[in-house]
């Protein structure tokens, strides 16, 4: 069965007040393929996160850590923002192209509709902000 949570390694870049900026390298699975090089289907992008730190944890810049959450909350990232936006068109679209009788008048309006959606996501994006907390745990521990 799959683990409960999701981790990646990084490397804090900066600290604040109860937040730490950390480092990421995301790869896929083609990148840890000894051919790699060769096939040139391999990627890797460096992605930037902002962690939580406990009061009673201490980092410091350039320490490696383990950056994990919930892979239910990934599963909800999912459908908030590509599964719900492409149930809406659909609805929008199937619902109106018979009443209205024009494709590109309902197509339009699906398109309208999942602009709405993610000006919704977008206005809301503080109160989403405080669901996904990623943890931050020194390398030296989880090894």
Known sequence: MASA???HKGTITS???GKATVRIVATSACSTCHAAGLCGSSESAEKTIEASVLP????RV???VVVSYSRKLGLKAVMLSYV???LLLMIIVLILS???GSELLS???GLGGVALWYL???LFRDALKGEYVFVMTPIRETE
């Open 84 to 86: 719900a936006p492409l």
């Open 107 to 109: 197509g339009l309006a």
């Open 5 to 7: 949570t999701i981790s």
């Open 15 to 17: 600290l604040s007040e």
């Open 62 to 64: 350039g320490q490696e």
């Open 56 to 59: 009673w944890q201490t980092f």
């Open 120 to 122: 919704g996501l977008f």
């Open 98 to 100: 018979p009443v209205i």
